[in-house]
C-alpha cells in the first residue's frame, strides 16, 4: 500500500492555524489524521483501502465521518460536534461549516471534535498510577447499561455467529504473518480452532438470546478518557459493522485485556464484577477468555499495520507498550493458581461484600451477590428497593430459587476454568452444605469466608447502609435481630475449610488471598 498523499492534511494545518491563532498538532494513524488546536480536534480519514477498511473515495469517507458522529454520541455526545466539508483545494482547503445537507463542493470531510487533555486518557492514568478502582467499576456497571439499550442484532443474521467469530480471530491471526516465531502464532491457531469446536454451542445460544449488540468495538485503553470525574468511551469502530456488532462480552473484554496487558488483571476483575452485577450476563463468562485472546491478536496486528503504514518496518519496543502477542498466549493458557469456590459467612453488616470485592480483584475471581441475583429474579435493579412493590422478594421460595440462581451461575463461572466467590449470608447449614455439595461434583477446592464483628459495629454498620442506599442489601436493624437468634454456626468440619476475618481490624488482603491459596491445596485436607 502506498502512503496517502500529505499534500491536503499540512494545508489543512496550516489553514487551521492562521485562522485560530493557535498552534496544531497531527497525531497520525494507519487510517486516520487527527488535528489538534488548543481546544478542537478534527479527524480526517485517509484515502485507504485495506483489509478491514476502504476510505478511498469521498462519499465513502462522507458516510463513514457521519456514522462516526452518530455511533459516538451514544456514549460521548459532549465531545462529538457535527461533521464538516473541507472545502477549496488540496493545496487551499478551508472548513465550510456544517456537513448536515450541505458540502456540494467539498473535496473531503472532518468530524469535529471537542479536544481533551491527553493525560486524561485512560492508558496514561493508569501509567501514572492514578486510577481509582472505582472509577473503572462504575464504567463497567454504565457498560452494562449500553449493552442493554443498545440495538440487537437481527436474528438470522451473520453478526456473532460461530463462522463470524472464527473468522474475526482468524484474521488477526493472519494479519500477523510473516512475523518471527512462527510457531507462536501456530500454537495460537491450534488454540482458537479447538475453542472454536468447544465454544460453538455457546456462541450459538449467545446469538439466540440477543448477546449480539451494536456495541462500541474498539474498548482498548486509548480510547477512554476521564471527563468530570468519570470514564467516556470515544473513537467506536464506524467502518465495518461487522466489528461493532458484536457479543457484549466481546466489546467488554477489549477493556479487560487491555487491563491485563498492562498488568492490572485487578482492575479487570474489577470492571467484571461491576458489568456482571449490572447485567447478570454470567452465561457470558464461558466465552469471555476466548474474546480477550482474540482482543490480544487484534492489538498486535494493529501495531504491526502501524508500523508498515508509517514507515517503521515493524512494531517498536515501547517500555509502556505491552507485547499483546505474549498477552494472547498468557490468556490462552489460563489463570493462574488454583481454581476453587468460595462462600462469604456472616450476620448483615460483617463486611461479607466489602471483603469479597477486595479479594475477586486480588483473586482474579467471579463473584455473584445474592443481593443482586435475588432482585433480578423479580426484575429490580440492584440498587432498587423492594419495599412499597406488589411482591415480596424474601418468601421462602424466593429464596430458593435465589440459592438456585446462585449456584447456576456459580456451575457456569467453574466451568469455565475462573475462581468464584458467592457473597451471601449463608448462615443455614444447609445452604452451605449445598455449595459445598456442587464444589466435590466439580471436583474445585471449597473454602468459607467467615466474616466477624462486634454485635455494636453490625448495628451501627446496618442503620448507616439502610439510611445510605447505596447498596444492594435491604437488611435492616429488625432482619438483623432476626439473624442472630436463626443463624447456624460453622460446624467443625466447616471451620477446617474456614477463613476467619475479624472485618474492624486492617485488611491485608494479599495475606488473606494467600491464606485461601493454601487452604485450598490438597495437603491441606480443605478440599470437600
Avoid at 486518557?121 to 447499561?145: C, D, K, S, T
Avoid at 449493552?147 to 453478526?159: G, T, V
Avoid at 451461575?409 to 449463608?426: E, K, M, Q, Y
Avoid at 467443625?492 to 474456614?498: H, I, K, L, T
Wanted: a neutral charge.
Amino acid at each position: 500500500m502506498m502512503a496517502p498523499d500529505r499534500t491536503l492534511v499540512t494545508a489543512l494545518c496550516e489553514h487551521l492555524r492562521s485562522r485560530t491563532g493557535e498552534a496544531v498538532s497531527l497525531i497520525e494513524t494507519h487510517i486516520s489524521w487527527v488535528l489538534l488546536t488548543d481546544g478542537m480536534a478534527y479527524k480526517l480519514k485517509k484515502p485507504v483501502r485495506l483489509p478491514f477498511v476502504d476510505f478511498s473515495t469521498l462519499a465513502a469517507r462522507k458516510h463513514f465521518c457521519e456514522e462516526e458522529l452518530r455511533l459516538n454520541r451514544r456514549l460521548a455526545p459532549a465531545l462529538y460536534l457535527e461533521v464538516a466539508p473541507v472545502c477549496g483545494t488540496a493545496d487551499a482547503p478551508h472548513l465550510g461549516g456544517s456537513g448536515e445537507g450541505g458540502g456540494s463542493d467539498a473535496i473531503d470531510f472532518v468530524v469535529c471534535m471537542r479536544r481533551f487533555p491527553e493525560d486524561q486518557l485512560l492508558r496514561n492514568l493508569l501509567l501514572a498510577q492514578r486510577v481509582e478502582p472505582a472509577l473503572l467499576a462504575r464504567f463497567g456497571q454504565r457498560l452494562a447499561g449500553f449493552h442493554r439499550e443498545a440495538q440487537a442484532a437481527p436474528l438470522f443474521s451473520d453478526f456473532g455467529s460461530p463462522e463470524q467469530v472464527l473468522r474475526s480471530a482468524t484474521g488477526a491471526l493472519d494479519g500477523l504473518s510473516g512475523d518471527p516465531g512462527g510457531e507462536r502464532r501456530q500454537a495460537l491457531q491450534t488454540w482458537v480452532a479447538e475453542q472454536g469446536a468447544r465454544l460453538r454451542t455457546a456462541w450459538v445460544e449467545r446469538q439466540r438470546n440477543g448477546a449480539v449488540r451494536e456495541c462500541h468495538g474498539d474498548l482498548h485503553l486509548s480510547n477512554l478518557v476521564q471527563i468530570d470525574g468519570e470514564l467516556t468511551a470515544f473513537d467506536c469502530v464506524e467502518f465495518d459493522p461487522a466489528l461493532r456488532w458484536i457479543d457484549g462480552m466481546s466489546d467488554l473484554a477489549f477493556l479487560t485485556m487491555d487491563l491485563k496487558a498492562h498488568r492490572r488483571g485487578d482492575l479487570a476483575f474489577r470492571v467484571l464484577d461491576a458489568y456482571l452485577q449490572e447485567s447478570g450476563d454470567y452465561d457470558g463468562v464461558p466465552v469471555l477468555r476466548f474474546y480477550e485472546v482474540y482482543r490480544a491478536l487484534v492489538r498486535a496486528m494493529v501495531a504491526r499495520l502501524r508500523a508498515k503504514a508509517l514507515g517503521d518496518g515493524s512494531p517498536k519496543s515501547d517500555s509502556a507498550e505491552p507485547d499483546y502477542l505474549r498477552c494472547a498466549e498468557s490468556l490462552a493458557a489460563g489463570q493462574a493458581g488454583r481454581k476453587g469456590l468460595m462462600i462469604t459467612h456472616g450476620l448483615s453488616g460483617s463486611g461479607k461484600s466489602t471483603i469479597a470485592a477486595q479479594l475477586l480483584a486480588v483473586a482474579q475471581a467471579v463473584r455473584i451477590r445474592s443481593d443482586v441475583e435475588r432482585k433480578r429474579l423479580f426484575g429490580l435493579a440492584p440498587l432498587q428497593r423492594s419495599a412499597g412493590l406488589a411482591v415480596d422478594i424474601y418468601t421462602p421460595d424466593a429464596t430458593r430459587r435465589t440459592f438456585e440462581r446462585l449456584a447456576a451461575c456459580s456451575r457456569t463461572a467453574l466451568a469455565a476454568g475462573f475462581p468464584v466467590i458467592v457473597d451471601a449470608a449463608f448462615l443455614r447449614r444447609d445452604e452451605r452444605l449445598a455449595f459445598r455439595a456442587l464444589a466435590t461434583e466439580l471436583r474445585v477446592p471449597f473454602t468459607i469466608l467467615h466474616c466477624q464483628a462486634t454485635d455494636a459495629q453490625l448495628r451501627r454498620r446496618v442503620a448507616t447502609r439502610s439510611t445510605g442506599g447505596t447498596d444492594a442489601s435491604e437488611a435492616d436493624l429488625a432482619v438483623l435481630e432476626r439473624q442472630m437468634a436463626f443463624q447456624e454456626p460453622l460446624t467443625r468440619e466447616e471451620s477446617a475449610v474456614a477463613l476467619e476475618v475479624a472485618t474492624e481490624e486492617p485488611l491485608d488482603v494479599d495475606a488473606l488471598h494467600a491464606r485461601w491459596l493454601a487452604l485450598a491445596t490438597p495437603s491441606s485436607g480443605a478440599r470437600a
